[in-house]
């Protein structure tokens, strides 16, 4: 092209970037796009989880693109006093299979590794090696950043996959195993088979500060291996701390990271669910809304994800203070109680929680009846302002 190389580059190819890539190549292939990734492969070292529940049709087209897992008779969660089975479908998607995707799908020529933007404009991206992309319009889809506009906990986990030396046993997803011991955080083990002898076994914390203590976690992951009877190799371990967003000032956050002219999207613009983190919903959303606003020029495409932003924002304060009741009012032993009672309820019910798109209805029964914690404590939770979200020095 003689005035520019592409008509739109997206910067940072994890979640969000990646989707946006594919979802532009399936419904608008004239339009010309690079994803600009730092690191040397697309996706880095992540997996991403999902129930058949939380997309449209046009959303589960999408992600039919990739090479996903999916346990079609749904998973399990475990409590000191009760067990249950949830029948949703739920699937699952390594950073290895997400990246092998889009290198299939996109165009060649497309996607650009070990490419660290250094800027960000309106007209285009630059380099860390000085070298210039030009572009009708930049969205900036890198990781999310610490804040001081926003307030919460964080989500700490240690995963290790597995490969045992006999089939394990477990059919479907344990999504939480609350029976482990509990700390001065809510913790639960999340176990995925992979295959008749792999398994992933991770062990979660919603907890205060972003500290992930790797050395106890890795020792409690290896007793909870050993009295589950596994035995076999240590394939890779993954870590990782994501924030719990339970309040905050909206607006100064994104004024904070804004560039004038430059659209935002992924974690890193707030398209997450506060309470559980969950990503892939709303990157695949946002993607599907890119795809058909592609005509867009860059300055009314950053404004129109800005204005989805701020709905999605509004739309979610009920899990954020669902958030500040968890951290703020249960304690912390006692947790786990707060999941317990609401794994009771209907399965559509915890199906639209999941996606973020509870009703009137659903409210009111999430937090009706005897409360798994102090009325007075829960009051205070909710206008007791939490620590900012800004990882310790």
Known sequence: MSERDCDIAIVGGGLAGGLIALALADARPGVSVRLIEA??????????????????????TLMARFDSMQWADGYDVRFPERRRHVPTPYFSLTSAAFAAGLERLLPRGAILTNSRAAALDAKGVTLADGERIA????????????????????????????????????????LMDATVGQTRSYRFVYVLPLGERELLVEDTYYQNHPVLDRESLERRLKRYIGRSGWTGEAVDIEAGVLPVVTSGDFAAWQQERRTDGVARAGAHAGFLHPLTTYTLPFAVETAL????????????????????????????????????????????????????????????????????????????????????????????ALVTSRPALQKAE
């Open 135 to 174: 572009a009708g319009a930049v969205i900036d889809c890198r990781d999310f950043a610490p804040t001081p506009n926003l307030s919460g906990g964080w989500q700490v986990f240690l995963g290790r996959r597995l490969r045992t030396e006999r089939p394990h046993g477990v059919v479907r997803p344990i």
């Open 39 to 60: 690191g040397p492969t697309l996706g880095g070292n992540h997996r991403w989880s999902w129930f058949a529940s939380d997309l449209s049709p046009e959303g589960e």
């Open 289 to 380: 809304a890119v795809a058909s606003a592609a005509d867009l020029s860059g300055p009314r495409l950053a404004a129109m994800l800005d204005e989805r932003a701020q709905a999605h924002w509004a739309a979610t304060r009920f899990y954020r203070r669902l958030g500040s009741m968890l951290f703020g009012a249960a304690r912390a032993s006692r947790r786990w109680e707060i999941f317990d009672r609401f794994y009771r309820l209907p399965t559509p019910l915890i199906e639209r929680f999941y996606a973020a798109r509870s009703t009137r209805a659903d409210r009111l029964r999430i937090v009706c009846g005897k409360p798994p914690v102090s009325p007075l404590r829960a009051l205070g």
